[in-house]
């Protein structure tokens, strides 16, 4: 079979060039043949997550005009990453990754095919739509563990950061670019128009997957996966720049990120919005976010640790000023710094954890990652939205604003704490 014949044989790469200040040296991951190949088909199919995204929010919200139940269906969409992205993280250090993924890209095609087909055929449901977010959202706690964790096995150690800094570039066009189209294509043609865009989009991440050439990756001798998962939240808690930055970003996701959820309540109810400006919206949300991952690709190395409570910060303080505009113009400047933040935060601390661990942990460390990231933000969209139907979008916004710089400033002291105790020693 190609795909097998493929897999065992070995990538040449050129050796990475001595890394430079420059703005080109973000670009040195694209040296790795892999990750040009995985770059261009998960930009195709991001675009065409991102348009489901926000088409099945404002769906949801049309049918039912209640701020509760869109935070239920994104909370449905992600929660599952909370429970089961440890055991997701464990498999991708027991298999290969590359063919982990393709069975996880094929099933997540599967699922956009049939929310096309229901919805297309005017016959969907709010609980069908809230069965198949939970249904990604198990088919996520397998995948994004993975897919981060694969990176590694794209470009190598040494371009591992700009590879880290080059997904989130990736993650954020498709997140100007989806929505954007979302919003266009949800007021001319209907939301089932955009899940089945996304279905085909999955083809090309597929293809890109099949045409890879991958080392085999050695398999170390394994124990009772249970086993494996305590090892590795037991070395999570004792590695303490994992645990911190594990921390800050729960407590950033399950109070400030969780804002996302309800933005299609923000963009009609509060700026008097139809689908065109939410997706004004989210690509401003995306073009911020842009700016912080390019950010993150010039962050000295003797910032990274202080970069993701500086961005928690940020974001807290953002969040609370956007909660209180009401106005689409001043709403999508105030995004603008409140997204580059949030993404300076992830994206510092996701480069953090992936430096850290140690290759033999690093799946495990990568779904903690997703489980405080992915996993704590429907905890979050679930309170919002009930806080939201009780003292407004507004207040339930600013409330989550101040947690998160609350986080902030218990991390900054925790840090100055452990400084003054390296400097004492």
């Not at 043949?33 to 049309?62: E, P």
């Not at 449901?125 to 995948?143: C, P, Q, R, T, Y």
């Not at 429907?378 to 604003?401: D, E, F, K, Q, Y």
Request: aromatic share 10%; glycine share 8%.
């Amino acid at each position: 079979m190609l795909m097998t014949s493929l897999a065992m044989s070995t990538p040449i790469d050129l050796p990475p060039p001595p890394l430079t200040p420059t703005a080109l040296s973000l670009l040195r991951a694209f040296r790795h043949r892999n990750y040009r190949l995985f770059f261009s088909g998960q930009l195709v199919s991001l675009m065409g997550t991102w348009m489901q995204s926000v088409a099945q929010g404002w769906l949801v919200y049309t049918m039912t005009h209640s701020p509760l139940l869109l935070g239920l269906t994104s909370f449905c969409s992600q929660v599952p990453v909370f429970f089961i992205a440890p055991f997701g993280g464990t498999i991708s250090d027991r298999v290969d990754r590359r063919r982990l993924l393709i069975v996880t890209q094929g099933l997540s095609m599967l699922q956009a095919a049939v929310l096309a087909t229901l919805t297309l055929t005017h016959v969907v449901k709010v609980w069908e739509i809230v069965a198949l977010a939970f249904s990604m959202g198990l088919i996520n706690a397998f995948d994004v563990p993975t897919r981060q964790a694969f990176t590694i096995e794209m470009v190598g150690r040494d371009d591992l950061r700009n590879a880290i800094a080059l997904n989130s570039v990736m993650f954020n066009l498709a997140r100007v670019i989806g929505p954007s189209a979302a919003g266009l294509i949800v007021a001319f043609a209907g939301e089932g128009v955009c899940f089945a865009l996304n279905a085909f989009s999955y083809a090309a991440v597929l293809a890109s997957l099949v045409f890879m050439q991958v080392a085999v990756r050695p398999r170390p001798a394994h124990e009772h996966p249970l086993r494996e998962m305590q090892a590795g939240f037991v070395y999570a808690w004792r590695t303490r720049p994992i645990r911190v930055a594990l921390m800050l970003v729960a407590a950033s996701s399950c109070f400030g990120a969780a804002y996302l959820a309800l933005m299609p309540a923000i963009a009609r109810d509060v700026l008097h919005q139809g689908s065109e400006g939410l997706g004004f919206l989210m690509a401003s949300v995306g073009v911020g976010a842009l700016c912080g991952a390019y950010v993150l690709s010039r962050v000295h190395d003797r910032h990274l640790m202080l970069t993701p409570v500086v961005s928690a910060a940020g974001f807290g303080l953002c969040l609370i000023l956007f909660a209180h505009s009401h106005w689409l113009p001043l709403s999508m400047a105030l995004l603008l710094p409140t997204a580059f933040c949030l993404m300076l935060l992830g994206g510092s601390s996701n480069t953090i954890l992936q430096t850290v661990a140690e290759d033999r942990m690093r799946g495990r460390v990568v779904a903690f990652y997703a489980m405080a990231f992915m996993g704590m933000m429907p905890w979050g969209s679930l309170l919002l939205g009930w806080l939201a139907t009780r003292i407004g979008v507004g207040a339930a916004v600013t409330g989550g604003g101040i947690v998160v710089i609350a986080s902030a400033v218990v991390a900054w002291f925790d840090r100055s704490a452990r400084l003054r105790t390296a400097a004492a020693e």
